[in-house]
């Protein structure tokens, strides 16, 4: 099954990354954009509201420049000749009063037109508190001299109303342009919203709830159901490693029923020849000769060790797949072991020609039912897929502190990219089925074995012209 999700089809590079990313970006742009431009706003409705601050006090500082002129007019009529000391002393505060207000009237004119204009007046209120101050001045003359500031604050005044009536216009056309640019930049940025969720209801919501729908129902039993892949992005990907993990669970499940099928027939055939064998034995033992009895009792024998071999296959898959292959190992001679199994090989099969050779010592620590099992599953293996005929040949040497176990045939071969499969449980290459029947767990429980000892298995093959199969495992300490 990893194996099939590795071999998922490679997709290219996410849009979905790219598209959130953007999306994103694209919203806190637009949020950029509206904060800058209220903060532009903020400011220019600020400056134009000290603006508008600014010629209300000037206003207000002309009113009271006029007032304070108005004034020491009529304290200069009032003491006419008189020399009134009390009355001097007060129109000279009043001037006093007016030349301070005229510093403010000067401070508070900042630009090109309003300095000349604070100029003129500050000019015409000097020249009529000049007047005012000299006895000699005529009643017409400190009138016409009044009446001059009177018409220059008159201009002022109205100057700052139209700057006030300006400014409040563009205020009002700041405020409109603001709201109108937040109400844009609004719609756009909930239309832009709007967008980015319905594509990602329709790249990551819908997807999701698709996959969840097929993985409820091929987790009720439809092996069929299947993710629709919509998009080459990581949805995408993730459907298709659903399907080919739907697909792995699949195959494994069509392994695993055949594997039931293949089992109950291997069972059957060594029962029904025990079966048969034991039947006749016991009502026809008195009748049968001894070399006939001999032969019924050696095919039970041969029988049940099948199914115990099938059992033994069986049992050392469950325990791989739990982690849980115990070993009983005790120093053995593999040399004596593989001659013995040839033997008894050679004795049976009929249709293969059998071949050893096997060194005088080669001592290893090992659970000798466990590698009988594996030499008997190589053995089989060679003489399943090879046609009647064809020689089989097995050796044991050592080399490197190792023994070296290697089973030869002139059989059908495996092809390059189906050695890859060849170690997984139930799996059986197409090519060769139709050959012998089999569970697919023989060389499974093999690798598991030889690798449980420490030792290592190749496979060396060519289609046509036969297989090697070499396994090595750890000799035996000296003492």
């Not at 099939?4 to 806190?28: C, D, E, K, T, Y």
């Not at 096997?358 to 090879?386: F, G, H, Q």
Request: glycine share 6%.
């Amino acid at each position: 099954m990893q194996q099939n999700i590795l071999a998922v089809r490679q997709l290219p590079p996410s849009g979905l990354r790219r598209f959130i990313i953007g999306w994103v970006a694209v919203l806190v742009a637009g949020f950029v954009l509206l904060g800058s431009g209220l903060s532009f706003s903020i400011g220019r409705l600020h400056a134009q509201t000290e603006k508008i601050y600014k010629d209300s006090q000037s206003l207000q500082v002309n009113h009271q420049l006029e007032a304070d002129a108005l004034a020491a007019e009529r304290l200069a009529l009032l003491d006419k000749n008189q020399n009134d000391t009390r009355r001097l002393a007060q129109r000279n505060e009043v001037i006093a009063d007016g030349q301070k207000t005229l510093l403010i009237l000067n401070d508070l004119s900042q630009d090109a037109i309003e300095r000349p204009m604070a100029a003129e007046i500050a000019r015409r209120f000097e020249a009529l508190t000049s007047g005012l101050q000299n006895p000699a001045t005529h009643e017409a003359q400190q009138q016409l001299l009044l009446d001059d500031l009177l018409k220059t604050l008159g201009k002022h005044r109205t100057l700052q109303r139209q700057q006030m009536a300006q400014t409040k216009e563009a205020s009002a056309r700041l405020d409109r342009l603001t709201d109108n640019w937040v109400i844009a930049l609004l719609l756009i940025s909930s239309l832009i919203l709007l967008m980015g969720v319905a594509e990602l209801w329709q790249r990551i919501f819908k997807p999701a709830l698709e996959l969840e729908t097929a993985a409820r129902a091929f987790g009720g039993g439809n092996l069929k159901a299947r993710a629709i892949v919509r998009r080459p992005d990581e949805m995408g990907r993730l459907n298709e490693t659903f399907n080919a993990m739907a697909q792995a669970l699949s195959d494994r499940e069509k392994e695993r029923l055949h594997f039931v099928a293949t089992v109950a027939h291997d069972l059957k055939n060594p029962l029904v020849v025990i079966c048969g064998a034991a039947h006749l034995l016991e009502n026809k033992s008195e009748v049968l000769p001894p070399e006939e009895r001999l032969r019924w009792t050696k095919s039970i024998a041969r029988n049940a060790h099948q199914m115990e071999n099938l059992i033994g296959d069986l049992t050392d898959s469950v325990q791989n797949e739990t982690g849980q292959l115990n070993l009983h190992c005790a120093p053995f001679d593999l040399a004596v072991l593989t001659r013995e199994v040839m033997q008894d090989q050679a004795a049976s099969v009929q249709t293969h020609a059998l071949r050893w050779t096997a060194e005088n010592r080669c001592l290893i620590n090992a659970d000798k039912r466990r590698i009988e099992r594996v030499l008997m599953n190589l053995v089989s293996n060679a003489i399943k897929y090879s046609p009647a005929g064809r020689e089989v040949w097995v050796s044991v040497t050592t080399t490197n502190n190792h023994a070296l176990l290697e089973v030869r045939d002139e059989g059908a071969g495996i092809a390059p990219d189906e050695l890859k499969t060849l170690f997984r449980p139930f799996a059986r290459l197409e090519r060769t089925k139709s050959m012998a029947q089999g569970t697919g767990l023989g060389l499974s429980s093999v690798k598991k074995i030889v690798e449980a000892h420490g030792g290592t298995i190749e496979v060396e093959s060519q289609v046509e012209k036969g297989t090697t199969v070499r396994v090595k495992l750890p000799l035996a300490a000296k003492e």
